[in-house]
């Protein structure tokens, strides 16, 4: 699958240096395999979950949230937020509203 929005990982692992490791692997996993499906992609991560257009992925054992449109049929995963577990839920909770 190729990604978009290289540049957002980056900015936050350079803003939380623990993230780093854990969002390489997310990155390197997702860029390795070709997912047909969410079911697909849920077999690969574990902890991903949609919610019309996100996906939103639990990276680092739940410390961190990267949420992406993912389009199966093109293969492109693109960025549109990465965040601290707790960013996300305050940012879920003003989606919601």
Known sequence: MNLIGLPKLTDF????PRSR????TWKSLLEKNTFRHFAHL???FGAVDYS???TIFDVGGNKYR???VVNFE???AVVKAV???EDYDSWSKRRKK
């Open 42 to 44: 849920k077999q690969t």
């Open 83 to 85: 965040m601290t577990h």
């Open 66 to 68: 990267v949420v992406a």
């Open 74 to 76: 093109t293969q492109i």
């Open 21 to 24: 490791r854990p969002l390489e």
């Open 13 to 16: 692992w350079t803003a939380h």
């Open 52 to 54: 019309a257009p996100d």
